[in-house]
C-alpha cells in the first residue's frame, strides 16, 4: 500500500512540476515578445525577421527613409554625410546603369529592383529614374507601409524622444517622384519566382547579412539580371547568428586559422557572371531616439552583368 501511494505522490508531484514548467515558459515566451516589440532595429540581440513586424520597427524605418534630415539628427555637430541614404543609392544606380543611358529608343523600358525594400524609400527614390519600380520585402509590415506611401504619398510615425516620450512626425513621398512608377509585394530574397528575371537594375541594400540563406541570393543574381544590368550590393557585413546560422555566413570567421571577408566570398560567387566596376563606402544613420543613433558604413560594390547586350 505504502509502495502505491508513494508512486501516486511522485507522479503528482511530476505533473506539478510540468505544470510550473509549462507557466514559466509560457510568461518566458510572453516576456520575450514584449521585448522584440520594445527592441530597436539597432539592436545587436538578434531576433530574426520577426524583428521587423512590429510597428516600432516600421517608425523607425519611415524615419530613416523619409525623415528631413534636420528631423533625423537635430544637432549642429554628427555625421551629416551619413544622411539621405536612399538618395544615395538610387543616385548609385542611376550613375552605372547603362539601360538609363541608352537613347537609341531600341530598348525596352529600364525595370529596377529594390530588394529588401523595406518601407519604400529607395524605391521611391529609383522612381526619378527608372519608369518601372519593384520593391519586395520578406515584412508584412514594412509592404504595408510602402503601399500606404505609395497611395497617400504620407504616413504619420512615431519617433522616441526619450523612454516612453514620442514625438509624431509624417513621412513624405517628394512631390516631384511619380508613384506610380513603383510596386510593392512580399517576398522572400532566398526563392524569388522563377519569372523574376532580365532586369536592368537590382539594390540590395543593408539585406545580405540579414538572409537566412544569403548564398542562395548571389546565385540568383546570374539569372535575375540581364546582359549588362548592374546588382548594386549594399551592406555592413554585420553577421549576427539571430538571422543568419552560422554555418551560412559568407565571412566574418576564421577557416584554417585564416579569416574570412565576406568580400573575398562575393567576388568568388559573382565574377564568372559579373564585372566589378567600382566599389565605395557608403554611411547611414539611423535614430534610436533623440540622443542616440546607429552609425554604420556599408560597403557598396557595383557589379555589371557579362554577356551580350540586347
Request: proline content about 5%; hydrophobic content about 40%.
Amino acid at each position: 500500500m505504502s509502495l502505491v501511494l508513494a508512486a501516486g505522490a511522485g507522479a503528482a508531484a511530476t505533473a506539478l512540476v510540468q505544470q510550473l514548467l509549462h507557466r514559466l515558459q509560457r510568461k518566458s515566451s510572453s516576456i520575450k515578445d514584449d521585448e522584440v516589440q520594445e527592441r530597436s532595429t539597432t539592436s545587436s540581440a538578434g531576433g530574426g525577421s520577426a524583428a521587423y513586424e512590429t510597428k516600432k520597427a516600421v517608425d523607425e524605418y519611415l524615419q530613416f527613409h523619409f525623415a528631413a534630415p534636420e528631423d533625423l539628427l537635430p544637432y549642429a555637430n554628427g555625421p551629416k554625410d551619413a544622411l539621405s541614404f536612399t538618395a544615395r543609392l538610387a543616385a548609385l544606380c542611376e550613375r552605372h546603369c547603362e539601360a538609363l543611358h541608352d537613347f537609341t529608343g531600341e530598348r525596352v523600358d529600364p525595370v529596377a529592383l529594390d530588394l529588401g525594400c523595406a518601407v519604400g524609400g529607395a524605391s521611391f527614390e529609383l522612381a526619378r529614374a527608372f519608369p518601372h519600380v519593384l520593391g519586395i520585402d520578406f515584412s508584412k509590415h514594412f509592404v504595408d507601409a510602402a503601399e500606404l506611401m505609395k497611395s497617400q504619398g504620407v504616413c504619420e510615425f512615431e519617433s522616441v524622444v526619450e523612454g516612453d516620450i514620442k514625438q509624431k512626425f509624417t513621412a513624405l513621398v517628394p512631390q516631384e517622384i511619380d508613384r506610380s512608377r513603383v510596386r510593392f509585394m512580399q517576398g522572400d530574397a532566398c526563392a524569388l519566382p522563377a519569372t523574376l528575371t532580365s532586369l536592368d537594375c537590382v539594390l540590395a541594400a543593408n539585406l545580405l547579412c540579414r538572409l537566412p540563406e544569403p548564398m542562395a541570393f548571389l546565385e540568383r543574381c546570374q539569372s535575375l539580371i540581364k546582359p549588362g544590368g548592374v546588382l548594386v550590393l549594399v551592406s555592413p557585413y554585420s553577421w549576427l547568428k539571430g538571422w543568419t546560422d552560422k554555418s551560412k555566413w559568407l565571412g566574418g570567421y576564421y577557416k584554417d586559422g585564416k579569416p574570412v571577408h565576406t568580400v573575398e566570398t562575393i567576388t568568388c560567387v559573382l565574377s564568372p557572371d559579373f564585372e566589378l566596376v567600382t566599389q565605395e563606402d557608403v554611411p547611414f544613420l539611423i535614430r534610436e531616439h533623440a540622443r542616440k543613433f546607429q552609425w554604420g558604413c556599408s560597403q557598396a560594390m557595383v557589379w555589371k552583368r557579362k554577356g551580350k547586350v540586347v
